[in-house]
């Protein structure tokens, strides 16, 4: 349960010093941070799927650790940053408020 935790919380911090490091290749407009959000959705239930095929039942924890780093981590990255985009749009039209 630690080890998943703090994961989700790496790659959330992960993709927040993304979204500030690399400001200029954030979309710029709203129709692209939606579609962003749309992919992002259909590349975190792939990345399930591929997490899966790489890790069989009873696989070793070399296997386990490949389909973790190179897969579900960038995976995880992609959807927060766009989850960050997503709450900058809201803020742009003016339902979050600072």
Same mark, same amino acid.
């Given at each position: ?14 993709? @927040? *010093? ?7 290749? $954030? !979309?710029?407009?709203?129709? *692209? $941070? #939606?579609?962003? #959000? @749309?992919?992002?959705? %259909? +590349? ?10 790489? #890790? ?9 650790? @490949?389909? #973790? &780093?190179? %897969?579900?981590? !960038?995976? &995880? %990255?992609? +959807?927060?940053? +766009?989850?960050? *985009?997503?709450?900058? @749009?809201?803020?742009?039209?003016? &339902?979050?408020? $600072?």
């Amino acid at each position: 349960m630690n080890y998943t935790l703090m994961l989700v919380l790496g790659t959330f911090l992960l993709s @927040i *010093w993304c979204d500030a490091r690399f400001a200029r290749l $954030r !979309p710029s407009t709203m129709t *692209w $941070r #939606v579609a962003h #959000v @749309i992919a992002a959705g %259909v +590349t975190l239930q792939l990345g399930v799927i591929g997490g899966a095929a790489i #890790v069989p039942e009873g696989a070793g924890l070399d296997r386990q650790l @490949i389909a #973790v &780093f190179a %897969v579900l981590l !960038p995976v &995880f %990255v992609y +959807t927060f940053l +766009t989850g960050l *985009w997503l709450l900058r @749009i809201l803020a742009e039209v003016g &339902f979050a408020r $600072r």
